[in-house]
């Protein structure tokens, strides 16, 4: 049976931080940063998301509020077929909390596919 949902895997290892950091590409556009790291040859799996959403946004009712439209709109375009493989830093300002709903989710197609291009 196929999942409900489309599967992102979560970024829970120092070394994949590193790497986002020294050799990942970034985009910036609106209040969306996305940090991409290629798949490494021969990997197949789902995309892995992490986030980093600044205390500047307020505290954490309204940082996870934010991290939660991230995440569906990131499986969103997943289930369309718009977010490849690989490994995706995503971050992000208040005024995520209230673009709307379509505004959100182009702008992080955009800003997506600015950073693996």
Do not use: K
Request: hydrophobic fraction near 40%; include cysteine.
């Amino acid at each position: 049976m196929a999942p409900s949902r489309p599967e992102l895997w979560r970024v829970t290892d120092g070394q994949t931080f590193q790497a986002l950091r020294e050799r990942g590409r970034r985009a910036r556009r609106g209040p969306l940063v996305v940090t991409w790291l290629a798949p490494e040859a021969g990997e197949v799996r789902p995309p892995r998301v992490a986030f980093a959403i600044s205390r500047t946004v307020g505290g954490a009712v309204r940082r996870n509020r934010i991290r939660r439209r991230l995440r569906a709109a990131l499986r969103e375009l997943q289930a369309t077929g718009r977010l490849p493989a690989g490994t995706y830093l995503v971050g992000g300002r208040l005024e995520l909390a209230h673009l709307p709903w379509s505004a959100l989710v182009e702008q992080l197609d955009a800003v997506c596919t600015e950073a693996r291009s």
